[in-house]
């Protein structure tokens, strides 16, 4: 599935809450099913920068494509991850560069953050992003 059939997907399910509590109880939940990061990448060098809670987050290279997982130790923050990697995780260094993140924009997901957690939340795809440039150059 491409990146942006992943986000359509995330836009549709989010579209079915009424209000915001629904979906941060439904953020959480997705928290829970995150592929967790084995507890040997759970560095300092593997932590997001500029986020308010601990996130830790790991990509390696699966036949061309780059596998992520992660954890965190905050329940929402988790569940803000696990939707990254189920949009980016098991995609080409090139899909992910190229990817916009509009779907965020459009399940409303930042406006309803704290100005800490956004923050978080754009260091997340930075370091996404940061892994596919960096598993780009050593192809």
């Excluded at 596998?67 to 990697?85: E, N, P, R, Y």
Aim: net charge negative; charged share 25%; glycine share 6%.
């Amino acid at each position: 599935m491409t990146i942006e059939a992943i986000q359509e997907e995330i836009i549709d399910e989010f579209s079915m809450f009424d209000d915001w509590m629904q979906r941060y109880e439904y953020i959480i939940e997705l928290g829970k099913t995150l592929p967790l990061i084995d507890e040997q990448y759970k560095t300092e060098e593997n932590i997001i920068k500029g986020c308010q809670s601990k996130v830790w987050v790991h990509g390696e290279v699966n036949d061309g494509n780059i596998v992520f997982t992660a954890d965190s130790d905050a329940i929402l923050t988790k569940g803000i991850i696990a939707i990254l990697i189920r949009v980016f995780s098991n995609k080409t260094p090139q899909d992910i560069l190229e990817a916009n993140t509009n779907f965020i924009d459009e399940i409303g997901l930042k406006e309803h953050l704290s100005p800490t957690r956004a923050n978080g939340l754009v260091s997340m795809i930075k370091q996404i992003k940061m892994y596919a440039l960096a598993f780009q150059a050593k192809q």
